[in-house]
């Protein structure tokens, strides 16, 4: 009797190296947020008063990437890796986000008013655009209640006042301005400043003029780069479109203690659109 041999195959397997997969997906996941941040949507948080009163410190909207164009500062470090690709010029009344002129390439963000060929000026605290003064309408006064971003050292002292409450809050005269073509938006006037008289501009080609609403408290295009200002603006160097409002908080609000992120949230500013 015949013995017949059989020959047993065994497969093998490599061994998962568990650190290789680890570091591919983060670097998919660090090239998606690469992609979507530099060229969808991008977030922004507001650090300064100059947008208020409809920007308060303590805000976090989202930008647009796409509306404009885009440039080497559509890339996170504004990395040098693209041409300048501009196809759309901002519409006025637009609130954007750019890389400020003279100040190390900071992310700022103002209303634009002024568009190539535009003159501007402001007389007695009258916006005047080509020629023509910009309707600017007196509304209830803007009131804000004091918290850790916003307290009495903010406010101007001739502000201060006390709220229905009892509580201490910052009371400021506030105006509708509506510019030409329908677009409408509310700012602030603290006081007579300098500012409020200015010099003739005329927007240069591929430029914007660019303004805080908060007209005595921003440094925008009616100030030199030597006075802390951003003068004209480049197109390419505006980054976006500010769409909406996706958290807000007072300042109030500790890493240590999960329940005040909800204490601290100012919830009916969530949402709030452009």
């Not at 920007?55 to 647009?64: H, K, R």
Request: aromatic share 12%; glycine share 8%.
């Amino acid at each position: 009797m015949a013995n017949a041999s059989s020959t047993e195959s065994t497969t093998e397997t490599k061994p998962k190296n568990e650190w290789l997969d680890l570091g591919s997906f983060l670097l998919k996941l660090v090239l998606i947020v690469f992609v979507i941040r530099s060229f969808i949507f991008s977030p922004f948080s507001i650090p300064s008063e100059s947008m208020m009163p409809r920007l308060l410190i303590g805000d976090y909207l989202f930008i647009t990437k796409w509306n404009y164009g885009y440039s080497r500062h559509s890339l996170p470090w504004s990395l040098p890796l693209l041409p300048n690709m501009h196809w759309s010029d901002p519409s006025r009344g637009d609130v954007v986000v750019f890389k400020a002129p003279g100040h190390g390439d900071q992310d700022w963000i103002k209303r634009v008013i002024g568009l190539p060929g535009d003159t501007i000026q402001m007389r007695g605290g009258q916006l005047i655009l080509n020629g023509q003064p910009v309707p600017k309408e007196k509304i209830a006064d803007f009131v804000l209640p004091y918290s850790p971003n916003y307290d009495a050292n903010n406010c101007p002292p001739q502000h201060e006042d006390t709220g229905a409450e009892g509580a201490p809050i910052c009371r400021i005269a506030m105006f509708r301005e509506t510019l030409p073509g329908g677009k409408s938006y509310e700012v602030l006037d603290v006081d007579t400043r300098p500012a409020d008289d200015t010099m003739l501009f005329t927007v240069p080609e591929d430029h914007v003029f660019l303004m805080g609403d908060n007209r005595d408290n921003s440094a925008d295009s009616r100030f030199s780069r030597a006075e802390g200002g951003i003068s004209f603006v480049p197109m390419e160097n505006v980054e976006g479109k500010a769409v909406f409002t996706f958290w807000s908080t007072d300042g109030g609000a500790s890493w240590l203690l999960p329940w005040t992120w909800f204490t601290a949230a100012r919830w009916d500013r969530i949402g709030e659109g452009f």
